[in-house]
């Protein structure tokens, strides 16, 4: 299972933006606190998020319990990782793999991340940024893992329309 972490996300339309990409890939959310927002309908409705009862989410006041309550594979997204997405091996199936992301605007806490070195991970970007947007990389990230385990569970055809729709007249 695809795990995605977001660590005090605070900017909402990031997080919807997110929140519907986890509900596309059948990835569970989990949302370290404090968020940047307030976490209710509204703001999620704003963020152009209409599958929130499709989302499997969950809420923790901090890292260390969020940690305490979830074993598996962690991946650390930084602008300050030397790895590229691609070097790493997410083909098994069984692993329970937690990709974590941090806020916008300072990231995952060196104090974090000093622990995992061999885990902090960054999407390659030309000298003129920093870092991509943190929905962007959760995409990339994401479709990188399900790339690896050959999409499984994911539709390869268009749902509603059908796959024969480009041939209709």
């Given amino acids: ?16 933006n997110i929140m519907r990409t986890c509900v596309a890939t059948g990835a569970k959310l989990h949302l370290i606190e404090p968020l940047g927002f307030i976490l209710n309908d509204k703001t999620i409705k704003r963020s152009g998020v209409n599958y929130i009862d499709k989302l499997d989410y969950q809420v923790y006041e901090d890292f260390a ?24 091996d997410f083909k098994d199936k069984e692993k329970e793999i937690y990709l974590i992301f941090g806020k916008e605007s300072t990231g995952i806490p060196k104090e974090i991340l000093k622990n995992h070195l ?18 962007n990389c959760v ?11 050959d ?3 994911l539709k390869r055809t268009e749902p509603h329309k059908g796959e024969d729709w480009l041939l209709e007249d």
């Fill in 65 to 88: 319990s969020f940690a305490k309550k979830n074993e598996g594979e962690y991946y650390f997204f930084t602008r300050y990782g030397k790895k590229p997405h691609t070097e790493f």
């Fill in 139 to 149: 995409a990339v990230a994401t479709y990188e893992v399900l790339r690896q385990q």
């Fill in 151 to 153: 999409y499984p569970s």
């Fill in 1 to 16: 299972m695809i795990n995605i972490v977001l660590y005090e996300p605070e900017i909402p339309q990031n997080t919807g």
């Fill in 118 to 135: 061999d885990r902090c991970i960054r999407i390659p970007t030309t000298e003129n940024v920093r870092a991509l947007n943190l929905s």
